[in-house]
């Protein structure tokens, strides 16, 4: 079998990429393969003054150096990049094509194109940089995390990659989430024929559950591009139904405060995975209100996998996940009037068990560690065909 390096920087509050990563090292090595990392920590930006922080995200020769020796001892096959910002760079695209090693990039965020890697800006959608070079837009609104320097770096980084042809001359085949994902990318002036889709895949099989609990269920982070204002509003004026909120962020006492003044809100903070699921199982519907172009839903896919179907706003990011009466129903992004309907609409449908059992079959035919793993495969063999030197 290959033996193959992953490449990830962890981020400095763990989410969905980093657990989409330990998911992806976990299935690799259950099926038998030589599978090394090489991993660095957000941890150590703290040690790290901003100049040095800023010249790394641009070239790293510290990565550079020890991805160098890794592919030597290893006699590494294949080089999988997840994620390479900040303290990585793409200096480990050098490093992997001196030894002509085929690499492929996945897409998990809007990174490559985007400061902020996002595509949002001031509580709403922004592409002004889609199709720039130097993308000097992220520098003159300060798109990365509201700082002139940081966004400097980033901006510096895209414009002097994209200048170098790094991204397309050093990466073999890139891995994007949805198809819209593909779109994005090659509308920047990516390679379309290079750009593959791979959805996310729920490690282990939750099992079914029964919907029996009479609420609504919100699983996320608190933020407004997350839908979260939208969300509350919408449950403040129906007094009627129930709605469970999970999760953190920065509008997490907003939520309480809400939740303490309506009886019809719960706030319960974090949970772990075992509970999450549990609550999504006796749900009536998972409520997914995000109003930036996420790159994918992995709460889609887990309540896919307890059979719980989605009520999801309709940006065209993640539009193409949920299927209107079969998986669940759409509603449109930020508008509270809209999501109200769409409650409205569920509840009087004659679909439901319909909807529950369909969200189970997408789960069972797109979803699961063995799909993803064929899929994994064929992407691995495609980048050997094609690898450029």
């Known amino acids: ?9 962890k981020y400095l509050i763990s989410g969905g990429e980093d657990q989409s990563v330990s998911a992806q090292e976990a299935i690799m090595k259950e099926q038998g393969h030589d599978y090394f990392s090489y991993i660095r920590d957000n941890k150590e930006v703290s040690k ?10 641009i070239w790293s020769q510290k ?28 200096s480990i695209y050098y490093a992997a094509k001196k030894f002509r090693k085929p690499v492929i990039q996945t897409l998990r965020n809007y990174r490559l194109i ?15 940089c889609l199709q720039k070079k130097i993308p000097m837009e992220g520098i003159k609104n300060k798109c990365y995390r509201n700082s002139t ?19 397309k001359d050093k990466i073999d085949v890139f ?3 949805t198809e819209y994902m593909k779109e994005i990318y090659s509308q920047a002036g990516f390679p379309k024929d290079r750009i593959v889709v791979r959805a996310n895949f729920v490690p282990k099989d939750p099992g079914v559950g029964e919907g029996k609990g009479n609420y609504f269920l919100f699983v996320g982070r608190l933020t407004k591009e997350k839908g979260v204002l939208t969300l509350i509003e919408a449950f403040t004026k129906n007094k009627t139904d129930k709605l469970i909120i999970i999760g953190q962020g920065p509008l997490e006492q907003q939520v309480d405060q809400c939740a303490k003044k309506h009886s019809n809100i719960e706030y ?3 949970k772990n995975i075992e509970e999450v699921y549990e609550f999504m199982k006796n749900a009536k519907a998972v409520i997914f209100p995000s109003e930036w172009y996420e790159p994918f839903g992995r709460i889609f896919i887990e309540s896919f996998a307890v059979g719980t179907p989605v009520i999801s706003s309709d940006v065209p990011s993640i539009y193409e996940m949920v299927e209107d009466n079969r998986t669940g129903l759409h509603f449109k992004a930020g508008n509270s009037t809209s999501l109200t309907e769409a409650i409205e609409k569920f509840n009087a449908s004659s ?4 909807m529950r059992s369909e969200a189970r079959k997408e789960y069972l035919s797109k979803y699961t560690p063995e799909i993803y793993y064929k899929k994994t495969m064929e992407i691995y063999k495609y980048a050997k065909e094609i690898n450029f030197y």
């Open 48 to 57: 790290m003054n901003q100049l040095a922080t800023g010249i790394n995200t």
């Open 268 to 270: 319960l903070g974090r």
């Open 114 to 128: 985007c400061s902020n890697g996002l595509f949002f800006r001031n509580g709403d959608n922004c592409f002004l």
């Open 351 to 354: 679909n439901l068990l319909y």
């Open 149 to 167: 320097l940081g966004s400097t770096a980033v901006t510096s980084m895209l414009g002097i990659h994209n200048l170098l042809h790094t991204y």
């Open 175 to 177: 891995i994007t989430l």
């Open 1 to 9: 079998m290959d033996k193959i390096l992953t490449i990830h920087n």
């Open 63 to 90: 990565s550079y150096g020890e991805v160098i020796n890794l592919i030597k001892e290893n006699n590494i096959d294949i080089v999988d990049v997840q994620n390479t910002f900040p303290l990585i760079s793409p």
